[in-house]
């Protein structure tokens, strides 16, 4: 052995190269102060033991062992050095700098102050344990089994921390950032240290995952106090598109709806000028025309001195089609005969003085008897024809003008501005696990417009539990102009009349607003394949456009038969990916473009499309390059499935080459079957001749960092659907197949969790706020509050009709209300109705420990409904308004012009079941009271209902439609006012048995009933109205105002009437 001590002196070893340098032919022993081994070499066949005091440097030099390597040192500075034992290489350190490669089969590292891992460094070994105070990593780390633990773990950009079978990582802190990536082939355990036996300990205080991955093929289990998944780059804006448009709507003076002209009828004749005709069931106008019709009779008099002569006369032919519009059979001559004349040509008249005369001697007198008779029984039969064709011509006439109007509003459309809130940069973090994932701590877990995805359980423990997606406003418009039309009449008596319009007046309503849900990616409106751009379109589809983030796929889908099942796929732009995990190979004979890190993956052989193309005896070195190797293949097709499904794998698969594999096996089955060539992307006609979920490679060009640009096979990813049971999400998503999740602080979401079983404990409150909850069978229970506020919550059946049951429960209140967006503009204001609080599923049990309130809600079950509060039930309403009012201008007796349109709606909740519904209040053992409230609302079984509470009390919901027009000529002006009330909702059915019970509680209160307004039926069986007190049936009063006025300045004299009545 060679043992070399400086005394603490420096020790310079420059530029020896491989072949000189500090050898030994045994062991090694060296003592140093500084040592300087740039470019140098230090080595030795057996065990060597560096104790340096200060600081090594070890810039391009090469410090190996073929056995195992010792290295001491106050700093450790490998600059693009290796630092490389055949057995175990440990570093112990203040700090250690690398920019080179420090490898062994057991690499240890122990750290006390900073590890710095540079962008060109790479740390790598069969087993790898790294402690440090700080560990800063840019590059690469390695390992078949990866443990690193210490206080802080950077990983950062271009870093990449990965293992071929299990990953550890034991520290306070885990930052992950900026498109670093933390990932292993087997699992991944995250804890707040790694103990003596390499066991994972504790908590960590803090993972930070920001725009960044970290997963695994196995389970990933991480305890942290605090968890953030966070969309670091998510950057919103919007884009405002108006359309130049051409719609017409006509309002009839006094009324306070507006009508499309194609609905309507057009009467040319009346007046010399027109009016409109509304629209008729018992008379449509392609049967009977918009026209009053002409009597079937009518009077031809002549002037015979001083007496008119008069016959009646037939404007109708006996074939004219009048007869058949109307259903009248026309004159009937059945049994009639002509009579012959018996002497023929005119021989039963005379000649007398000029003229003739009949003949009434003998045949003749016969005859001319007979031919009377013959005339009068026709004259008979078409006066009677006649007279019924007039009865359905007088009642079509009343009617027709009953509905004509000749005054009315003219409302032109001359665009339409719509702002859609947009996603303009983001870069979505994400957890992913192929098996299960836990997330244990006691803080917050935050995911921030991103993904965290298992492909077995998701279990959520402990803290407070944030699934955040991101909302914006989207607004609609309409810009347009109104007038008025009415016909004018011209002189006393005689019957000219001209058509007087105004001018044109601007009109603006104040916009509709709705909320949406933004997606996580950045989608772009080109195509990254504009043949199958234009294929889908042609089928009814819609294009695909492209995502910034290279396993973002956004969705086409197409519609390929009546049975309702579609096909989805990704039309998406490829960008070539970051990070140090992969290569960019473009030199022109490379097979694949992507290539994973050899020093990774070394050399395994992952399944990929070559598979595909070998299997149709198709030779992949004469094929186009491959975007990816099969590593990263693999990859492309997990987050095509996540993206399209919102699920880590298919139903049925638990492994990824194995999903792949079956999925390339449907693709070289469909291309024998039809005859296809790979690399040409499938048609839309194509596309619905699918029959199951494959794989196909569509060529795709790829543009390079030096903008040029390569084509390259892609495989893509086509699923057939036959109903939605697959999730395209938008917003943050939590998904898996089973989701398990416990908090000791609230539960927030307003993005998405889905899976099969989903099962959510809170022993705070449950918000579902703008989100989707969604599960083959879905659980949740507040030990407080569960709020749905204009979300979804979704129980899904399988193809059988089997499942989807969804559970509620709240320790206090349980609340589904539908938002409300207010919007306003120069014209006026608005109130619309956001996206309705849902809940829908198969079998549906809600259960408030205190009060159940629901406003503007669905709550729809396919089964049973069962819903009950241990105090008060009450289902209501939102409302909806707009107010409107356009400057008209002019001026008359101090009258000017306007339009002022005001309407309130009230959108009632809907409880509906296909089997048992019960809707019951004081639901508890002490009966302590409790009410049922129905306002303006709608309860429907198909089975028996119940309806159940010390107070019941079911009512409509009064609407209100105000529409007040007054117009100003140049010396007149008219006013109309209509101010109506509808009634709306109040109403509960059943299919079989309905049962209303008022029951006194425990005090002897309550006991009462009240119907207002309201309908109640059981439909096939007995409505029972139980109460044991009173029982009040009222009507709801609804008021009715009109106001019409008009004055002209010539006569100076007003007409004015008001008519006020309730109904």
């Given at each position: 052995?060679?043992?070399?001590?400086?005394?603490?002196?420096?020790?310079?070893?420059?530029?020896?190269?491989?072949?000189?340098?500090?050898?030994?032919?045994?062991?090694?022993?060296?003592?140093?102060?500084?040592?300087?081994?740039?470019?140098?070499?230090?080595?030795?066949?057996?065990?060597?033991?560096?104790?340096?005091?200060?600081?090594?440097?070890?810039?391009?030099?090469?410090?190996?062992?073929?056995?195992?390597?010792?290295?001491?040192?106050?700093?450790?500075?490998?600059?693009?050095?290796?630092?490389?034992?055949?057995?175990?290489?440990?570093?112990?350190?203040?700090?250690?700098?690398?920019?080179?490669?420090?490898?062994?089969?057991?690499?240890?590292?122990?750290?006390?102050?900073?590890?710095?891992?540079?962008?060109?460094?790479?740390?790598?070994?069969?087993?790898?344990?790294?402690?440090?105070?700080?560990?800063?990593?840019?590059?690469?780390?390695?390992?078949?089994?990866?443990?690193?633990?210490?206080?802080?773990?950077?990983?950062?950009?271009?870093?990449?921390?990965?293992?071929?079978?299990?990953?550890?990582?034991?520290?306070?802190?885990?930052?992950?950032?900026?498109?670093?990536?933390?990932?292993?082939?087997?699992?991944?355990?995250?804890?707040?240290?790694?103990?003596?036996?390499?066991?994972?300990?504790?908590?960590?205080?803090?993972?930070?995952?920001?725009?960044?991955?970290?997963?695994?093929?196995?389970?990933?289990?991480?305890?942290?106090?605090?968890?953030?998944?966070?969309?670091?780059?998510?950057?919103?804006?919007?884009?405002?598109?108006?359309?130049?448009?051409?719609?017409?709507?006509?309002?009839?003076?006094?009324?306070?709806?507006?009508?499309?002209?194609?609905?309507?009828?057009?009467?040319?004749?009346?007046?010399?000028?027109?009016?409109?005709?509304?629209?008729?069931?018992?008379?449509?106008?392609?049967?009977?025309?918009?026209?009053?019709?002409?009597?079937?009779?009518?009077?031809?008099?002549?002037?015979?001195?001083?007496?008119?002569?008069?016959?009646?006369?037939?404007?109708?032919?006996?074939?004219?089609?009048?007869?058949?519009?109307?259903?009248?059979?026309?004159?009937?001559?059945?049994?009639?005969?002509?009579?012959?004349?018996?002497?023929?040509?005119?021989?039963?008249?005379?000649?007398?003085?000029?003229?003739?005369?009949?003949?009434?001697?003998?045949?003749?007198?016969?005859?001319?008897?007979?031919?009377?008779?013959?005339?009068?029984?026709?004259?008979?039969?078409?006066?009677?024809a006649a007279a019924a064709l007039d009865q359905k011509l007088t009642a079509f006439n009343n009617d027709v003008q009953s509905r004509g109007f000749e005054v009315w509003n003219e409302y032109e459309i001359t665009s339409r501005t719509v702002t859609e809130p947009t996603v303009t940069d983001s870069r979505p973090a994400r957890l992913l696990a192929g098996g299960d994932m836990l997330l244990d701590g006691n803080g917050v877990k935050r995911n921030d417009s991103s993904e965290i995805v298992a492909g077995g359980t998701l279990t959520v423990r402990g803290g407070t539990v944030q699934n955040t997606g991101?909302?914006?406003?989207?607004?609609?418009?309409?810009?347009?102009?109104?007038?008025?039309?009415?016909?004018?009449?011209?002189?006393?008596?005689?019957?000219?009349?001209?058509?007087?319009?105004?001018?044109?007046?601007?009109?603006?309503?104040?916009?509709?607003?709705?909320?949406?849900?933004?997606?996580?990616?950045?989608?772009?409106?080109?195509?990254?394949?504009?043949?199958?751009?234009?294929?889908?379109?042609?089928?009814?589809?819609?294009?695909?456009?492209?995502?910034?983030?290279?396993?973002?796929?956004?969705?086409?889908?197409?519609?390929?038969?009546?049975?309702?099942?579609?096909?989805?796929?990704?039309?998406?732009?490829?960008?070539?990916?970051?990070?140090?995990?992969?290569?960019?190979?473009?030199?022109?004979?490379?097979?694949?473009?992507?290539?994973?890190?050899?020093?990774?993956?070394?050399?395994?052989?992952?399944?990929?499309?070559?598979?595909?193309?070998?299997?149709?005896?198709?030779?992949?070195?004469?094929?186009?390059?491959?975007?990816?190797?099969?590593?990263?293949?693999?990859?492309?097709?997990?987050?095509?499935?996540?993206?399209?499904?919102?699920?880590?794998?298919?139903?049925?698969?638990?492994?990824?080459?194995?999903?792949?594999?079956?999925?390339?096996?449907?693709?070289?089955?469909?291309?024998?079957?039809?005859?296809?060539?790979?690399?040409?992307?499938?048609?839309?006609?194509?596309?619905?001749?699918?029959?199951?979920?494959?794989?196909?490679?569509?060529?795709?060009?790829?543009?390079?960092?030096?903008?040029?640009?390569?084509?390259?096979?892609?495989?893509?990813?086509?699923?057939?659907?036959?109903?939605?049971?697959?999730?395209?999400?938008?917003?943050?998503?939590?998904?898996?197949?089973?989701?398990?999740?416990?908090?000791?602080?609230?539960?927030?979401?307003?993005?998405?969790?889905?899976?099969?079983?989903?099962?959510?404990?809170?022993?705070?409150?449950?918000?579902?706020?703008?989100?989707?909850?969604?599960?083959?069978?879905?659980?949740?229970?507040?030990?407080?509050?569960?709020?749905?506020?204009?979300?979804?919550?979704?129980?899904?059946?399988?193809?059988?009709?089997?499942?989807?049951?969804?559970?509620?429960?709240?320790?206090?209140?349980?609340?589904?209300?539908?938002?409300?967006?207010?919007?306003?503009?120069?014209?006026?204001?608005?109130?619309?109705?956001?996206?309705?609080?849902?809940?829908?599923?198969?079998?549906?049990?809600?259960?408030?420990?205190?009060?159940?309130?629901?406003?503007?809600?669905?709550?729809?079950?396919?089964?049973?409904?069962?819903?009950?509060?241990?105090?008060?039930?009450?289902?209501?309403?939102?409302?909806?308004?707009?107010?409107?009012?356009?400057?008209?201008?002019?001026?008359?007796?101090?009258?000017?012009?306007?339009?002022?349109?005001?309407?309130?709606?009230?959108?009632?909740?809907?409880?509906?079941?296909?089997?048992?519904?019960?809707?019951?209040?004081?639901?508890?053992?002490?009966?302590?009271?409790?009410?049922?409230?129905?306002?303006?609302?709608?309860?429907?079984?198909?089975?028996?209902?119940?309806?159940?509470?010390?107070?019941?009390?079911?009512?409509?919901?009064?609407?209100?439609?105000?529409?007040?027009?007054?117009?100003?000529?140049?010396?007149?002006?008219?006013?109309?006012?209509?101010?109506?009330?509808?009634?709306?909702?109040?109403?509960?059915?059943?299919?079989?048995?309905?049962?209303?019970?008022?029951?006194?509680?425990?005090?002897?209160?309550?006991?009462?009933?009240?119907?207002?307004?309201?309908?109640?039926?059981?439909?096939?069986?007995?409505?029972?109205?139980?109460?044991?007190?009173?029982?009040?049936?009222?009507?709801?009063?609804?008021?009715?105002?009109?106001?019409?006025?008009?004055?002209?300045?010539?006569?100076?004299?007003?007409?004015?009437?008001?008519?006020?009545?309730?109904?």
């Amino acid at each position: 052995g060679l043992t070399l001590d400086t005394q603490g002196q420096a020790l310079t070893n420059l530029d020896s190269g491989t072949s000189g340098g500090i050898v030994s032919g045994g062991t090694l022993d060296l003592r140093a102060g500084s040592p300087d081994n740039t470019r140098g070499y230090i080595g030795s066949p057996g065990n060597q033991t560096l104790a340096i005091a200060n600081t090594v440097s070890n810039d391009a030099g090469h410090i190996t062992s073929d056995a195992n390597l010792t290295l001491n040192a106050g700093i450790v500075d490998n600059g693009t050095g290796l630092l490389s034992a055949a057995d175990t290489l440990q570093i112990t350190s203040d700090d250690l700098r690398n920019s080179g490669e420090i490898s062994a089969t057991t690499t240890r590292l122990r750290i006390a102050d900073t590890l710095d891992n540079t962008a060109t460094g790479l740390i790598d070994g069969v087993q790898t344990d790294i402690r440090a105070g700080t560990t800063n990593n840019t590059g690469r780390i390695y390992g078949d089994t990866l443990n690193l633990a210490g206080g802080t773990v950077n990983n950062t950009g271009t870093g990449t921390i990965a293992a071929r079978d299990t990953l550890q990582i034991g520290a306070q802190a885990l930052n992950n950032t900026d498109g670093a990536l933390i990932y292993s082939l087997g699992d991944i355990g995250i804890a707040g240290d790694i103990d003596a036996s390499g066991n994972l300990t504790g908590r960590m205080q803090t993972l930070l995952n920001a725009s960044s991955t970290i997963e695994a093929r196995g389970n990933l289990s991480i305890q942290s106090d605090t968890i953030l998944n966070r969309n670091d780059h998510l950057v919103t804006g919007s884009t405002t598109t108006t359309t130049t448009v051409s719609e017409r709507l006509i309002q009839p003076n006094g009324s306070t709806e507006k009508y499309d002209p194609a609905i309507l009828g057009w009467d040319p004749y009346y007046k010399d000028n027109g009016r409109y005709v509304l629209p008729s069931e018992q008379y449509p106008f392609s049967r009977y025309g918009a026209s009053p019709r002409k009597s079937a009779t009518y009077e031809i008099c002549e002037n015979g001195g001083d007496i008119f002569n008069c016959t009646t006369a037939y404007r109708y032919s006996d074939t004219d089609p009048i007869w058949a519009t109307f259903g009248v059979a026309p004159p009937d001559y059945s049994g009639l005969t002509l009579p012959v004349e018996p002497v023929g040509g005119g021989g039963c008249m005379l000649a007398n003085e000029g003229g003739t005369v009949r003949n009434m001697m003998g045949a003749c007198g016969t005859y001319w008897n007979a031919y009377d008779a013959y005339n009068e029984a026709v004259a008979e039969r078409k006066q009677l024809a006649a007279a019924a064709l007039d009865q359905k011509l007088t009642a079509f006439n009343n009617d027709v003008q009953s509905r004509g109007f000749e005054v009315w509003n003219e409302y032109e459309i001359t665009s339409r501005t719509v702002t859609e809130p947009t996603v303009t940069d983001s870069r979505p973090a994400r957890l992913l696990a192929g098996g299960d994932m836990l997330l244990d701590g006691n803080g917050v877990k935050r995911n921030d417009s991103s993904e965290i995805v298992a492909g077995g359980t998701l279990t959520v423990r402990g803290g407070t539990v944030q699934n955040t997606g991101v909302e914006g406003i989207r607004s609609e418009t309409e810009n347009g102009r109104v007038r008025f039309r009415r016909i004018e009449h011209h002189g006393n008596w005689s019957d000219n009349y001209t058509e007087e319009l105004s001018a044109w007046s601007d009109f603006t309503p104040a916009p509709i607003t709705s909320t949406v849900t933004l997606a996580n990616y950045r989608y772009e409106d080109h195509a990254a394949n504009p043949t199958a751009a234009r294929d889908v379109q042609s089928a009814n589809g819609s294009a695909p456009v492209g995502g910034t983030h290279p396993f973002a796929p956004p969705v086409i889908s197409i519609t390929p038969g009546p049975d309702g099942s579609q096909i989805l796929t990704g039309g998406f732009n490829l960008t070539l990916p970051g990070g140090s995990l992969f290569h960019i190979n473009t030199n022109p004979g490379a097979r694949y473009l992507v290539e994973t890190d050899p020093r990774f993956t070394q050399f395994r052989n992952f399944i990929s499309s070559d598979y595909f193309l070998q299997t149709l005896k198709r030779d992949p070195e004469r094929e186009l390059k491959r975007y990816g190797d099969g590593f990263y293949e693999q990859q492309l097709i997990n987050d095509q499935i996540l993206a399209l499904t919102g699920r880590r794998y298919l139903d049925g698969y638990r492994d990824t080459e194995a999903e792949y594999k079956a999925l390339m096996d449907a693709g070289v089955l469909f291309a024998r079957q039809y005859q296809l060539t790979p690399g040409v992307a499938l048609s839309a006609e194509q596309m619905a001749l699918l029959t199951t979920d494959l794989v196909w490679l569509t060529a795709r060009t790829i543009t390079l960092a030096d903008g040029s640009t390569t084509e390259v096979l892609v495989p893509q990813v086509y699923l057939r659907r036959t109903r939605t049971d697959d999730l395209r999400h938008s917003g943050a998503l939590m998904a898996a197949t089973d989701i398990d999740v416990h908090t000791t602080g609230d539960l927030v979401n307003s993005g998405t969790i889905s899976g099969n079983g989903v099962t959510l404990r809170s022993d705070r409150d449950i918000v579902n706020e703008g989100g989707t909850l969604r599960g083959q069978s879905l659980y949740a229970r507040a030990n407080n509050d569960l709020k749905n506020i204009s979300g979804r919550i979704t129980g899904i059946t399988d193809v059988n009709g089997n499942g989807g049951d969804v559970t509620l429960l709240a320790g206090r209140d349980l609340v589904l209300d539908t938002r409300t967006l207010q919007s306003a503009n120069p014209n006026g204001t608005r109130t619309s109705i956001d996206r309705i609080a849902t809940v829908e599923g198969g079998a549906i049990r809600m259960d408030a420990g205190r009060d159940l309130i629901a406003h503007g809600a669905d709550v729809t079950a396919d089964k049973d409904l069962i819903a009950t509060a241990t105090r008060n039930v009450d289902v209501g309403t939102v409302e909806a308004a707009v107010s409107t009012r356009v400057e008209r201008g002019g001026n008359v007796n101090g009258r000017s012009g306007y339009i002022e349109e005001t309407a309130n709606a009230h959108r009632g909740s809907v409880f509906s079941a296909g089997g048992n519904l019960a809707l019951v209040g004081n639901n508890n053992a002490d009966n302590r009271g409790g009410t049922v409230r129905l306002h303006g609302s709608t309860v429907a079984a198909g089975g028996n209902a119940l309806i159940q509470g010390s107070e019941v009390s079911i009512e409509a919901a009064r609407d209100r439609t105000l529409v007040d027009v007054q117009n100003v000529s140049r010396d007149q002006y008219t006013r109309t006012m209509r101010d109506m009330e509808t009634a709306s909702g109040g109403k509960v059915t059943a299919g079989n048995n309905l049962t209303i019970l008022g029951k006194r509680d425990a005090n002897g209160e309550g006991g009462n009933i009240s119907l207002r307004g309201a309908y109640v039926s059981a439909e096939h069986r007995q409505a029972s109205l139980i109460a044991d007190n009173n029982l009040t049936v009222d009507t709801l009063t609804l008021q009715d105002r009109s106001i019409d006025e008009s004055f002209m300045r010539k006569s100076g004299f007003l007409s004015k009437t008001a008519i006020e009545q309730g109904s």
